[in-house]
Each structure stands twice: as structure tokens, then as C-alpha cells.
């Protein structure tokens, strides 16, 4: 079969131009040797990435999906069109060596009876990323991994096969399996297995490719000579996509696809895949959940001081009241909290705090007058509670922030440029006014031939001394301006000093998409991506419980109002709103993927409001970002009402 490429390089983005940019000029520079043609399959991205890119790259072929079709999917797209020898699984956030494509295509030439295989892969600090050359997670692999046995015993070739820290980095041999960030794989094999398997939507699909490849007959291997940079996760973090969700519900279909035979095993790994789920859940929440339970001890507490002070006894409401007044108190405090969006948004103010108290309160006392049965809480009794609860929220938050500024503070970011130029000093000139507390500019770098341009007052010494200058001056930032610098040289100074925490970046261009990316990195400011708040727990809560209000109340009090105006079988589709399939109003639902992922398909939609717009899928994407974007109780009201009572 003849091929008019060499290598067909094939990228999946989401969200993540100002890499992107990056990775496809590191393919310019690897790719003088070889035919090569690069394919960007773009995930419905909201940055703009293919209307910045396409133009700046017209050697690059973009497919810009309307769907985000996850990992495996979206890479069968490229496959579909590619016309090279070998198909390059590459990811957006990776910076190619100038002789990675080179050494991968000899190594590969030579060695027919491999059918993928990957490289060196490292952090931006220069660390070793385990995940490049990997074991099968068989069930004894996945349980060492899962209850942290391959974490104790990480040379032990017994508990530690998952990532295989056992073995030498700086060695080739036969794998399991290699990293999605870069598989070097070639184009029958990928043909003969049919690609990724769509089943996966993140996270699993390369093992599963892996793992099929070698059950076709082929090897895997891991081939240390040549390196590249790998910014791990951008996509996830810029998005809101649940990492976590997906990474567990990956084990779990590996595991039962290619292990599910034994009964037993599969359910063992799967208790462990929910406990390590269950940790990571914890963990991820943990600021959440310590808060909230210090708010339900402080209304408690402060329900026991109340009824001291109005009845001279610690519980001297009638017995009957006991226990189900505590439960109540902190029930509702909870929930008023968690509605203001106290908890789960990352924000942890008094003023929050203060809004959930005045809505418990409000719910409190509006049960004391409904309902005589509560009215052993006396206003008092509420009053002197909600003002104690103040105190001891507000202080709980004041002691929990001041934790954090104490022990949780991030460090004095110690930077350092190579090279300097009208970038470097742009950027430092950004950076000076970003956050100048926390950002220290040590000076510059020399390279030899812009040596004699740097001034001497902050002159630090040549790139060949850069171990020794980290050292001396605590740099734990370094940011690459001259262009001069091959990535070579900087993959091998990543290698020198992966021991000591630092982070390398590169500007060879003064370009806001480049230095918004570097400041956020260094000052910790998020990306500035469209959010979806469909994804956000209070809103999530809020649009469950009117699905099943409203449903409940269109299914038997306004039966014959519904059946009349709308038919039996919108009718029908209540049951499944209330079973959770879908949503009283949603999104469209052509749009599958972000009824998968961020939202259920609606009886009705914004669509329903206009028959004169457009039924396009663009259209409906259109729609689809506006209502996830801006969505509310409210929205959800105004446009069930419109529909309803419309002419």
C-alpha cells in the first residue's frame, strides 16, 4: 500500500489554542526531515481555537466538530482522513524535541513487528510522567494501584506493574501500554483494530488500543533516545468536564471488557475502584465538607446556648422535640448555605454564609407559624440561634482562610528569563502587574550570542551554568525568550534538574494568547473559559427538583391542561423526567454530547420559543451555549410559561 506521508500527526483540542500554537510550531521544527501532515480534530472548543489557528497554520487540516466527542472519537475522525505510514496520536498541551519524529520513524522502520509505540515523556518541570510506559491494569495490577500497595513499594516488581516504576527510565523495551499524550503507531495496525474504541469518552481508550493492538499480534514499546514536554490535564481544567468521574468509569469498563470473566475479581475491583473514587471525591471536596460540618456544630452549639439562656437548661425544650430539632436546625442551614452557593463554587466568604442564615432563618420561622407543632421554637429561642450561628460561621470561615494564607499560601514564584529581548521584558512588564507580591524577577539568563546585551545589574550567569543559578537564587520559573535555544538542549536541562521543582515555559513571541496562558500558570489565575452552570451542584439541585415538581404537578393535578396542549406523547416523556432521562426544559437534542455530558435532552428548549429559527445543528449549538451559559431558576420559568399559556 503506498502512503503520501510519513507520519500523519492527528491532535484532539479542546479549549486549549494558546498550546495548541505552541505544539503545532514544535511539529514545524521536528518535521524538516519527513513528510509529514498534521490533522486538528477540535472538541467543540469555546476559545476560538480554530478561528485563531487555521489561518496562522495552513498546512494544518482543522475538522471543527459541533460536538465535544470525547478523546477516542474525535482521533478516529483524523484517522478516517489521514494518508501517512504511521498515525501520531499527539496531545495539544505537548511540546515535540527537533528529533523526536525522526528517531521515532527510524526506530519504528527497523523494528516491523511493533505495532505502537511511545518516548520519554516529561513534566514541565522536567519529572519523569509515569503514565508513558505502563502495565495492563489486570486486576491484581489495578488493586496494588487502588489501595496505594504499588505507592509503598514502588521497586517492587510485584505491587508496582501498573506504572512500572520498577523499571529504569532510561532504557527501551516491550510495555503494555504508552501514553494517549503520544502514541507513534502504525497506520495498518490502527486500521486492522478500527481505532479507538467510542465506548471510552476520556481516560482508558489508550490502554484499550494497547491491549488490542497486542491481541492482534503486535508489540508495544517504550523508547527512551528522544523526549518530549507534556503540560498534563489542560483540557480538563478547562472545561467542565468531571475528570474524576471519567477516569474511574474508564478502569471500570476496561476492566470488564478485557477482565470481566471472573466474577468475583470484577467485583473485588470494582469495590476498589469506589473506595479510590470515593477518596478522590473527599479529597477534592474537602474544604467543602469541613466547612459544612462546622456549620452544623455551630448551629447546634449555638441552639443549646439559645434555649440555656430562654429556659435556664441546656435542653429545656419538651423531650418530644429531641432529636428531631437538631436535625431539622442543621438540615435546613445546610441547604440554605449550599442554595446561596456557600459550598462546592470554591468560595468560602461570610457574606454567603450570612445569606444561608437569613434563609434558614426565613424557613424557620415561617415553619413556626404554619405549623403550631413547631412552635416550641420560640422567636426568641430562633433569634438568639441564628445571631450565635453568625458569630460562629463567620469565625469558622475567618480561622479556615487564615489557615490557608498561613500554611496553604502558595510560594514566592522566583522567576528567571533566558534570553533578553522585547519579549522577555514585555512579559516581565505583564507580569509586574499581575501580582507583585508573590513574583520575584530574579534577572536574566544569558545565551551566547545575547550575553553582551544583558545589563549587568541583572545579569545571572549563561544557560550552561543554569543548574548551578537555579540553586543559587531559588528559581522555581523559568521562562524561555530566545528562540535560539533548541528544544534539545532544553529537554536535556529538564533532565538535570527534574529534582528541583521547576517549572519551564516558552515565549519565544510576544502574543497575548502565549503570555495570558504564562501569567495565569504563574499567578494561579484561571483560563477564561465560558461556563457552564449546569455543572455547578446548587444549579444542578435546583434543576432536578423542578424537574420533579413540575413533572409530578403536570402528570396529576394539570393533567388535562398538558394532554390537551401538548399530546400523550410529550405527556408520556414526563415519566422519564422523572426517572431523570430527561428535563422538563433542556437542551436540544441533536446535540448529544453535551446531553452525555453537561445537561439532559428537553421535552422542551429555547428552540420551542421561535418556529422561525433556524433548525440547524449550528443553530441548536447556539442555542445549547446560550441556555448552559445563562442558566436559572427563572430562565427555567419563563420559558416553561411561555410555552405554556403562548396563542
Given at each position: 500500500?503506498?502512503?503520501?506521508?510519513?507520519?500523519?500527526?492527528?491532535?484532539?483540542?479542546?479549549?486549549?489554542?494558546?498550546?495548541?500554537?505552541?505544539c503545532l510550531e514544535s511539529i514545524r521544527s521536528a518535521s524538516n526531515n519527513l513528510k509529514v501532515e498534521t490533522i486538528v480534530v477540535d472538541n467543540d472548543s469555546q476559545d476560538g481555537s480554530v478561528e485563531l489557528l487555521e489561518p496562522l497554520f495552513p498546512e494544518v487540516t482543522f475538522i471543527a466538530s459541533k460536538d465535544n466527542l470525547g478523546f477516542g472519537r474525535a482521533n478516529n475522525l483524523g484517522f478516517d482522513i489521514s494518508k501517512g505510514r504511521?498515525?501520531?496520536?499527539?496531545?495539544?498541551?505537548?511540546?515535540?524535541?527537533?528529533?523526536?519524529?525522526?528517531?521515532?520513524?527510524?526506530?519504528?522502520?527497523?523494528?516491523?513487528?511493533?505495532?505502537?509505540?511511545?518516548?520519554?515523556?516529561?513534566?514541565?518541570?522536567?519529572?519523569?510522567?509515569?503514565?508513558?510506559?505502563?502495565?495492563?491494569?489486570?486486576?491484581?495490577?489495578?488493586?496494588?494501584?487502588?489501595?496505594?500497595?504499588?505507592?509503598?513499594?514502588?521497586?517492587?516488581?510485584?505491587?508496582?506493574?501498573?506504572?512500572?516504576?520498577?523499571?529504569?527510565?532510561?532504557?527501551?523495551?516491550?510495555?503494555?501500554?504508552?501514553?494517549?499524550?503520544?502514541?507513534?503507531?502504525?497506520?495498518?495496525?490502527?486500521?486492522?483494530?478500527?481505532?479507538?474504541?467510542?465506548?471510552?469518552?476520556?481516560?482508558?481508550?489508550?490502554?484499550?488500543?494497547?491491549?488490542?493492538?497486542?491481541?492482534?499480534?503486535?508489540?508495544?514499546?517504550?523508547?527512551?533516545?528522544?523526549?518530549?514536554?507534556?503540560?498534563?490535564?489542560?483540557?480538563?481544567?478547562?472545561?467542565?468536564?468531571?475528570?474524576?468521574?471519567?477516569?474511574?468509569?474508564?478502569?471500570?469498563?476496561?476492566?470488564?471488557?478485557?477482565?470481566?470473566?471472573?466474577?468475583?475479581?470484577?467485583?473485588?475491583?470494582?469495590?476498589?475502584?469506589?473506595?479510590?473514587?470515593?477518596?478522590?471525591?473527599?479529597?477534592?471536596?474537602?474544604?467543602?465538607?469541613?466547612?459544612?460540618?462546622?456549620?452544623?456544630?455551630?448551629?447546634?452549639?449555638?441552639?443549646?446556648?439559645?434555649?440555656?439562656?430562654?429556659?435556664?437548661?441546656?435542653?429545656?425544650?419538651?423531650?418530644?422535640?429531641?432529636?428531631?430539632?437538631?436535625?431539622?436546625?442543621?438540615?435546613?442551614?445546610?441547604?440554605?448555605?449550599?442554595?446561596?452557593?456557600?459550598?462546592?463554587?470554591?468560595?468560602?466568604?461570610?457574606?454567603?454564609?450570612?445569606?444561608?442564615?437569613?434563609?434558614?432563618?426565613?424557613?424557620?420561622?415561617?415553619?413556626?407559624?404554619?405549623?403550631?407543632?413547631?412552635?416550641?421554637?420560640?422567636?426568641?429561642?430562633?433569634?438568639?440561634?441564628?445571631?450565635?450561628?453568625?458569630?460562629?460561621?463567620?469565625?469558622?470561615?475567618?480561622?479556615?482562610?487564615?489557615?490557608?494564607?498561613?500554611?496553604?499560601?502558595?510560594?514566592?514564584?522566583?522567576?528567571?528569563?533566558?534570553?533578553?529581548?522585547?519579549?522577555?521584558?514585555?512579559?516581565?512588564?505583564?507580569?509586574?502587574?499581575?501580582?507583585?507580591?508573590?513574583?520575584?524577577?530574579?534577572?536574566?539568563?544569558?545565551?551566547?550570542?545575547?550575553?553582551?546585551?544583558?545589563?549587568?545589574?541583572?545579569?545571572?550567569?549563561?544557560?550552561?551554568?543554569?543548574?548551578?543559578?537555579?540553586?543559587?537564587?531559588?528559581?522555581?520559573?523559568?521562562?524561555?525568550?530566545?528562540?535560539?535555544?533548541?528544544?534539545?538542549?532544553?529537554?536535556?536541562?529538564?533532565?538535570k534538574i527534574s529534582n528541583q521543582n521547576v517549572r519551564f515555559h516558552i515565549a519565544h513571541e510576544y502574543e497575548d494568547l502565549i503570555f495570558s496562558r504564562l501569567i495565569s500558570e504563574i499567578t494561579g489565575a484561571g483560563p477564561d473559559i465560558p461556563q457552564n452552570k449546569l455543572m455547578i451542584p446548587r444549579f444542578k439541585f435546583f434543576k432536578r427538583t423542578y424537574d420533579i415538581v413540575f413533572s409530578l404537578v403536570f402528570l396529576t393535578l394539570l393533567?388535562?391542561?398538558?394532554?390537551?396542549?401538548?399530546?400523550?406523547?410529550?405527556?408520556?416523556?414526563?415519566?422519564?423526567?422523572?426517572?431523570?432521562?430527561?428535563?422538563?426544559?433542556?437542551?436540544?437534542?441533536?446535540?448529544?454530547?453535551?446531553?452525555?455530558?453537561?445537561?439532559?435532552?428537553?421535552?422542551?428548549?429555547?428552540?420551542?420559543?421561535?418556529?422561525?429559527?433556524?433548525?440547524?445543528?449550528?443553530?441548536?449549538?447556539?442555542?445549547?451555549?446560550?441556555?448552559?451559559?445563562?442558566?436559572?431558576?427563572?430562565?427555567?420559568?419563563?420559558?416553561?410559561?411561555?410555552?405554556?399559556?403562548?396563542?
Open positions: 500500500m503506498s502512503y503520501q506521508y510519513d507520519i500523519s500527526i492527528v491532535i484532539v483540542n479542546y479549549n486549549v489554542k494558546d498550546f495548541l500554537k505552541q504511521y498515525i501520531l496520536i499527539l496531545n495539544p498541551d505537548t511540546l515535540l524535541n527537533e528529533d523526536t519524529l525522526d528517531t521515532m520513524f527510524e526506530y519504528m522502520e527497523n523494528k516491523s513487528h511493533i505495532g505502537i509505540s511511545g518516548c520519554k515523556v516529561l513534566n514541565g518541570d522536567g519529572t519523569f510522567q509515569l503514565a508513558c510506559r505502563r502495565g495492563f491494569p489486570t486486576p491484581w495490577a489495578a488493586f496494588s494501584k487502588l489501595f496505594g500497595l504499588q505507592k509503598i513499594f514502588p521497586n517492587s516488581k510485584l505491587f508496582a506493574q501498573y506504572n512500572q516504576t520498577f523499571r529504569s527510565v532510561d532504557e527501551t523495551y516491550y510495555i503494555d501500554a504508552v501514553i494517549g499524550a503520544f502514541m507513534f503507531a502504525r497506520a495498518d495496525v490502527i486500521k486492522e483494530v478500527k481505532g479507538f474504541d467510542p465506548e471510552f469518552f476520556m481516560y482508558g481508550e489508550d490502554l484499550d488500543l494497547c491491549f488490542r493492538v497486542q491481541q492482534a499480534g503486535y508489540k508495544i514499546a517504550y523508547n527512551h533516545t528522544t523526549s518530549i514536554i507534556h503540560y498534563k490535564g489542560e483540557s480538563t481544567k478547562r472545561s467542565s468536564i468531571n475528570e474524576v468521574k471519567h477516569f474511574y468509569e474508564a478502569m471500570e469498563i476496561f476492566a470488564r471488557k478485557h477482565f470481566g470473566k471472573s466474577a468475583v475479581l470484577l467485583k473485588f475491583l470494582r469495590l476498589g475502584i469506589y473506595v479510590r473514587a470515593g477518596v478522590a471525591y473527599l479529597n477534592k471536596y474537602k474544604h467543602d465538607l469541613f466547612y459544612m460540618a462546622t456549620d452544623v456544630l455551630s448551629v447546634n452549639f449555638s441552639l443549646l446556648l439559645a434555649t440555656k439562656i430562654r429556659t435556664g437548661a441546656f435542653l429545656g425544650l419538651m423531650d418530644i422535640t429531641y432529636p428531631f430539632i437538631f436535625i431539622l436546625f442543621s438540615f435546613v442551614l445546610i441547604l440554605s448555605i449550599f442554595s446561596v452557593g456557600g459550598y462546592f463554587e470554591r468560595k468560602y466568604g461570610i457574606a454567603k454564609a450570612f445569606y444561608g442564615l437569613m434563609v434558614s432563618f426565613f424557613i424557620l420561622s415561617s415553619l413556626t407559624y404554619l405549623f403550631k407543632e413547631f412552635d416550641y421554637t420560640s422567636r426568641g429561642i430562633l433569634l438568639l440561634t441564628v445571631g450565635f450561628t453568625a458569630i460562629l460561621t463567620a469565625a469558622s470561615r475567618i480561622v479556615g482562610l487564615t489557615i490557608k494564607r498561613v500554611f496553604g499560601k502558595k510560594s514566592i514564584r522566583r522567576i528567571a528569563f533566558v534570553g533578553q529581548n522585547n519579549h522577555s521584558e514585555s512579559l516581565i512588564s505583564e507580569l509586574q502587574r499581575s501580582n507583585p507580591e508573590q513574583l520575584v524577577i530574579e534577572g536574566v539568563v544569558g545565551t551566547q550570542i545575547s550575553e553582551d546585551r544583558v545589563t549587568s545589574s541583572n545579569f545571572l550567569g549563561s544557560f550552561d551554568n543554569l543548574e548551578k543559578i537555579i540553586q543559587d537564587n531559588k528559581i522555581n520559573e523559568i521562562i524561555i525568550t530566545d528562540n535560539r535555544i533548541s528544544r534539545s538542549n532544553i529537554m536535556n536541562m529538564l533532565s393533567s388535562p391542561l398538558f394532554l390537551v396542549k401538548f399530546g400523550t406523547s410529550k405527556y408520556a416523556e414526563l415519566f422519564e423526567v422523572i426517572v431523570g432521562k430527561k428535563s422538563i426544559i433542556g437542551i436540544i437534542g441533536k446535540d448529544k454530547e453535551k446531553i452525555k455530558e453537561e445537561c439532559r435532552q428537553g421535552i422542551f428548549s429555547l428552540l420551542d420559543l421561535s418556529a422561525n429559527y433556524s433548525n440547524s445543528e449550528a443553530a441548536h449549538a447556539n442555542l445549547n451555549n446560550y441556555y448552559l451559559q445563562n442558566y436559572n431558576f427563572y430562565l427555567d420559568l419563563e420559558i416553561l410559561f411561555k410555552i405554556l399559556f403562548r396563542k
